[in-house]
């Protein structure tokens, strides 16, 4: 039915490039010209002697989810350096219709690397009932710069995921898993890998299930609701940062008899996907996925990091199980073009790949860009606390060029012929958008067919991305 309903689009479409009917809207970017339109575009007829480039065919992969960033407490901190018409601005070009538009953003359940400091919801030795269970820091950090985002689109959905227990939970009893002066973890009580930091007892997993119980009603009651669940951030990490080391073994235990029933009882709402997984071995995730007992909850798999080798493998296991790119790779502060191209390539290797949807991290930071444990990153906005102004850098503009065009519910298109640097979708309302990079520091020419009766002939610019809405 799908395939009969494309294939009836793209004829459509063929009698309206015959019709010279057809709408094209470009939008284009680059270094010296950002967000800019262009009409550099002619509708040829298909000739066997000179062919397209690449192809958009009929045949429909995944349908979108959604693009979003990451909530962290230094992101809110750095907007509040502008003033409120200045951050409202902000606001509104990451989740506003005219902005990027996001649509399905992460937020740390306690402290990520970016908090502005360790914390956990109860840091209260043996409170196994989470009577001490509180989520006032948020208050002051997290659950305001959600609300503010909320309220430019309140169709917003939120996932969350955890980057350390409690630390009474875990073995060696601290947020991390690598000493370093900057921790205060000492070496003899590092983590390697293969270890399973958490404490395996039955106690501390039924408090550890019930301490995300207790995070999705908090924040329900502070007027949010939580759509999704990973239980760990990067388990396969070993850093200074706030981390956890799971295996297989372990994650599968605690997901398929205290998480999934957990939740399965009291928040029946909110789905459970499997990560953030950060390894390159497909066999690791697939192990916990197609367990019994955990399987049966989980809905998706995220993925980031070490982990875009594996993509391919687990879409091809299966299709009906959800796949998100949970985080770009964060750079390291430079904010430059090149970033923007690498982001770029990521964005074409998870989605082509087969995922549904794909989250940047920092969304905005102050102009240094350090984490609170020493890693300098980039951002889609940096905030300037002297001249307390924002600008947007060149990944803004990458993300634009997917966010803006796609919403929820497109499907990706399957492509082929020189198609390493670009993507094809499929809107709700029937129409395309290709997004396509040109990296050459030359003007590249590149023709693009839906059917094998027109060809749709576009000249990129260097060192260009672009987008093509074709109606």
């Known amino acids: 039915m799908v395939k009969t309903k494309l294939l009836s689009t ?54 979108m989810l959604g693009f979003g960033g990451c909530f962290a407490e230094l992101g809110w901190d750095a907007l509040n350096v502008l003033n409120t018409r200045e951050r409202a601005g902000v606001l509104n070009q990451l989740f506003g219709a005219d902005g990027l538009n996001l649509a399905f953003c992460r937020t740390p ?46 169709a917003l959905k939120l996932w969350g995921s955890p980057w350390s227990p409690p630390t009474w939970m875990k073995t060696n009893h601290h947020y991390s898993n690598k000493a370093a002066s900057i921790n205060g973890l000492k070496p003899e009580n590092e983590m390697h890998p293969g270890d399973d930091q958490f404490i395996e007892k039955d106690e501390y997993f039924k408090a550890y299930a019930l301490y995300f119980s207790k995070y999705l009603t908090a924040y329900k009651k502070n007027g949010i609701n939580i759509n999704m669940i990973m239980f760990q951030n990067e388990p396969y990490t070993i850093n200074v940062w706030p981390n956890c080391s799971w295996t297989p073994r372990l994650m599968k235990k605690f997901v398929g008899s205290y998480l999934g029933p957990e939740l399965a009882k009291n928040h029946k709402n ?10 390159g071995k497909v ?95 980039n951002s889609l906005v940096v905030v300037d606390s002297k001249s307390k102004t924002a600008s947007f850098t ?33 809107k709700a309302d029937g129409s395309f958008v290709i997004v396509i990079a040109n990296k050459s520091k030359h003007e590249r020419k590149v023709n693009i067919t839906l059917d094998y009766t027109n060809v749709l002939s576009v000249k990129l610019k260097a060192k260009s991305f672009n987008t093509l809405v074709i109606k």
Request: with cysteine; net charge negative.
């Open 394 to 426: 060149p990944e803004f503009y990458v993300m634009k060029h997917f966010s803006h065009f796609v919403p929820v519910g497109s499907v990706k298109m399957k492509t082929m012929g020189n198609d390493e640097h670009m993507l094809a979708f499929k």
């Open 109 to 154: 359940i306690g402290a990520n690397d970016f908090a502005r400091n360790w914390y956990s919801y109860n840091e209260i030795d043996g409170d196994f009932a989470m009577k001490k269970f509180s989520v006032a820091r948020d208050k002051k950090g997290l659950i305001p710069y959600i609300k503010a985002a909320l309220k430019v689109n309140p």
């Open 283 to 377: 066999g690791e995730v697939l192990e916990v996925v197609t367990d019994p007992a955990a399987g049966k909850y989980i809905k998706g798999v995220g993925i980031q990091w070490e982990g875009h080798e594996i993509v391919k493998d687990v879409y091809r296991h299966n299709h009906k199980l959800g796949l998100m790119c949970t985080e770009n790779e964060c750079g390291n502060g430079s904010n430059d073009w090149s970033a923007a191209e690498h982001t770029f390539d990521h964005i074409h290797s998870y989605v082509g790949d087969g995922c549904g949807a794909y989250m940047y991290f920092n969304m905005v930071l102050g102009e240094t860009g350090m984490s609170s444990w020493g890693w300098k990153q």
């Open 10 to 63: 793209l004829i459509c479409l063929s009698a309206a490039l015959q019709s010279g009917a057809l709408e094209v809207d470009w939008t284009y970017s680059t270094p010296d010209a950002k967000w800019q339109k262009s009409t550099e575009f002619e509708v040829i007829p298909y000739d066997r002697h000179n062919p397209y480039d690449v192809m958009v065919t009929p045949y429909a992969e995944q349908t």
């Open 270 to 279: 909110v789905d459970i996907w499997h990560g953030t997984m950060n390894t």
